[in-house]
């Protein structure tokens, strides 16, 4: 059983579109929660953390529902520069990270 | 430019050779951390160095040799590598304990192909 699972997609959007991409986890003990970004053959760069009463950064707005173990991400009016990979990311205790697989996301002209 | 510097950041190499990646923060972080990511896998967690000291080994097979000689370098040796090694390996630091949870900051990896 997977850690962190997501939908790897991909999603194909057009510009102006929202999208959203969710992600579950397996540990009821998980502490932090975060959605790093990576572009194509990039290192992963830390987005935004999530935190329980949700939480927002400009377009970007991150939910966290600790009761079903999911985390979700919403990006609204998508920008062409926003076609990446997004990573869920949970924290247990220590200093211990798990990754999704990813989810991919092509904005479209 | 990221406070994480990974070299090299492109590596070919033999089943018979040995060789090391190099990471260094700038960033006065306490922890580092080697990641491997391969193609459609999440990232894999190696090695977790905390004040130097080694707090975790995932089961890494013993031709890969982390070394940690302070808290602001980590390296990791390479040697009688397998072609199922080629991947991109990262590093990341990170300050703990923290108040607030910043997650990691990446290196930009280096890309390893084994042949």
């Known amino acids: 059983r997977k850690e962190v699972e997501q939908d790897p997609g991909p999603f194909n959007v057009p510009e102006g579109a929202t999208v959203a991409f969710n992600c579950t986890y397996s540990?009821?003990?998980?502490?932090?929660f975060f959605w790093y970004r990576q572009d194509c053959r990039k290192e992963p760069k830390l987005l935004m953390s999530v935190y329980s009463s949700g939480n927002e950064d400009g377009r970007f707005t991150a939910q966290l529902n600790r009761a079903s173990q999911y985390i979700s991400l919403l990006i609204r009016d998508s920008k062409l520069s926003d076609s990446a990979t997004y990573l869920c990311v949970v924290r247990y205790t220590g200093n211990q990270f798990y990754f999704g697989t990813g989810t991919s996301l092509t904005v479209i002209p | 430019e990221t406070g994480v510097t990974q070299t090299p950041r492109h590596l070919v190499m033999g089943m018979t050779n040995k060789k090391s990646l190099k990471c260094e923060q700038h960033l006065g972080h306490n922890a580092m951390y080697w990641y491997k990511q391969s193609a459609k896998k999440p990232l894999e967690l190696m090695f977790v160095?905390?004040?130097?000291?080694?707090?975790e080994n995932n089961s890494v097979p013993s031709r890969f040799s982390p070394e940690c000689p302070n808290s602001s370098h980590l390296f990791l040796h390479l040697h009688t590598l397998q072609p199922e090694d080629s991947a991109l390996y990262l590093c990341?630091?990170?300050?703990?304990?923290?108040?607030?949870?910043?997650?990691?900051?990446f290196g930009s990896g280096t890309r390893l192909t084994v042949v």
């Open positions: 540990n009821s003990a998980s502490q932090s």
């Open positions: 990341a630091s990170s300050q703990v304990p923290r108040k607030l949870d910043y997650g990691y900051t």
């Open positions: 160095y905390n004040f130097k000291e080694q707090t």
